[in-house]
Nanobody, 123 residues
């Protein structure tokens, strides 16, 4: 089992930056690829970014490319999502996910999920 806990969400203004953290416990963190998703009210959960086990490869959704950056620190058992130039439409609950398979972690079929952290962007 892997337990994931997101943190760093909050209320910000449009144009601000925010960094979310996803801290893992349980099994060896470096054995898992990690992804970030978000879900706005009334919408489906949306994939944002993924990072490979070592952090050497990342993959970003077109909707956030150039604004959001994923990274990880395996020594700290933590993955991050740096969000810049935030917009009101970025308002959502943000989730991190982990899976041994990189091809799976970019989907909602990922094995492990955190409880989410709320990000609200005011105009």
């Amino acid at each position: 089992q892997v337990q994931l806990v997101e943190s760093g969400g909050g209320l910000v203004q449009a144009g601000d930056s925010l960094r979310l953290s996803c801290t893992a416990s349980g099994r060896t963190f470096s054995n898992y690829a990690v992804a970030w998703f978000r879900q706005a009210p009334g919408k489906e959960r949306e994939f944002l970014c993924a990072v490979s086990w070592s952090g050497g490869h990342t993959y970003d959704a077109d909707s956030v490319k150039g604004r959001f950056t994923i990274s990880r620190d395996n020594a700290e058992n933590t993955a991050y999502l740096q969000m810049n130039s935030l917009k009101p439409e970025d308002t959502a609950i943000y989730y991190c996910a982990a899976d041994e398979a990189y091809a799976v972690v970019v989907t909602t079929m990922a094995t492990y999920w955190g409880q989410g952290t709320q990000v609200t962007v005011s105009s």
